[in-house]
């Protein structure tokens, strides 16, 4: 268990922040793993004692006053060096500790200074997302023929492939959920958004209902994609949806997944449509445009277009 001060943040992050059950439970895992250096580094445990089963719900409020940005770069360098925790980790790390100690000084006020408002992230390499190209996304789509589920899968990929919804989103729809050419989806935090279907979706859509077995849980809600068993379908089962038709479609498995589909829809949306980053912001769901810049990568059909427009790309020598 957290120290009492700890616990209170976390429920301030569930019924105040809204936070995804996700982001608490990494939240919790990141406090207690920062809590637990702090017990070694105050050396109120023995130098030998094991660190992953530390006890910190005795830390009082002493202990958190005491707290310096000095201590936080401590534990940074701790995961880097001792947990060999990567830059992504320790950026997770960092917003959870400045979510955490602005918490405690400017809405519980248990604190008389935060020692993470000048704590800096660690920079990130910039990686461009793995996505399929035009044609292979037609091939994935192509390949859901004969199969058991067919209108079915081929209305997972479909989606997708055109909307760029999460995994989460997509097994989360109700059929209540679809109203003429528009869909609700519920993203991070519980954030509703509205999804424009196209002409795809919604052939995709009225062919699997056609065939769908109606299915309504305990609480009377319908979902829409329905496993086997005759209940919601679970995540785990997409991902091996997924997988499976990348394989037959003659792709990677190792380099596309689920996810990796969402990152396709936003490429081919944004490298064919001619799509505002902003607009593509809100079809994504990210809270911040920075996050929807990974998209704006210039994907080496274009690298290719803008040399062969060069004017001199037909001079030849005599």
Excluded: W
């Amino acid at each position: 268990m957290l120290p009492p001060y700890g616990e209170d943040f976390l429920l301030y992050l569930d019924t105040i922040a809204n936070k995804s059950p996700k982001t608490i439970h990494e939240y919790y895992y990141d406090l207690l793993m920062f809590f637990r250096f702090i017990k070694l580094r105050r050396r109120l445990a023995p130098k030998d004692a094991e660190f992953d089963t530390l006890e910190v719900a005795d830390l009082d409020m002493d202990i958190l006053k005491s707290i310096t940005l000095t201590d936080l770069y401590a534990f940074l360098n701790y995961i880097n060096s001792e947990r060999g925790n990567k830059a992504a980790t320790r950026g997770r790390k960092v917003s959870c500790l400045r979510s955490f100690f602005k918490y405690c000084f400017a809405r519980a006020r248990i604190i008389p200074e935060n020692p993470a408002a000048e704590l800096e992230s660690p920079k990130l390499g910039r990686r461009l997302p793995k996505y399929l190209e035009l044609d292979e996304s037609r091939d994935l789509l192509n390949s859901v023929d004969g199969e058991e589920f067919e209108e079915r899968d081929y209305c997972i990929l479909t989606l997708f492939l055109n909307c760029g919804m999460r995994l989460s989103e997509l097994v989360g729809i109700n059929v209540t959920d679809i109203r003429e050419d528009t869909l609700n989806v519920t993203g991070k935090g519980n954030k509703e958004r509205t999804v424009y279907l196209n002409d795809a979706c919604l052939k995709a859509i009225t062919d699997y209902l056609a065939v769908r077995e109606d299915v309504t849980e305990k609480n009377g809600v319908r979902p829409l994609f329905v496993s086997k068993r005759k209940k919601r379908i679970s995540p785990k089962t997409v991902e091996y949806t997924v997988k499976k038709y990348i394989i037959k479609a003659g792709l990677d498995p190792s380099k596309y997944s689920a996810h990796k589909l969402r990152h396709t829809a936003a490429t081919l949306m944004y490298t064919y449509g001619n799509v505002d980053i902003r607009a593509l912001q809100e079809i994504l769901g990210h809270e911040s445009v920075a996050t929807t810049q990974i998209y704006t990568h210039v994907n080496s059909r274009q690298l290719k277009d803008a040399v062969n427009s060069n004017p001199l790309a037909s001079e030849n020598r005599n």
